[in-house]
């Protein structure tokens, strides 16, 4: 997947992501995936940030 940026936009611009978005999407979308298939990939990004998340916090005697 080739993904067309502008050198222009930096990795903290505001518009980045969103950019980044749209073209992971439309990439797999022109790849045959189905929104449902966009849908559970958007799930399994979440359960992987999750995932680090959880991990990076102190573990805490409850």
Do not use: C, Q
Not at 14 to 42: H, N
């Amino acid at each position: 997947m080739a993904l067309p940026f502008d050198e222009n936009i930096s990795p903290r611009d505001p518009r980045a992501l969103s950019i980044l978005a749209k073209t992971i999407f439309r990439e797999l979308r022109a790849g045959g995936y189905s929104e449902r298939d966009v849908i559970a990939f958007a799930g399994e990004l979440l359960a992987v940030v999750t995932s680090e998340v959880k991990g990076r916090r102190p573990k805490t005697d409850a």
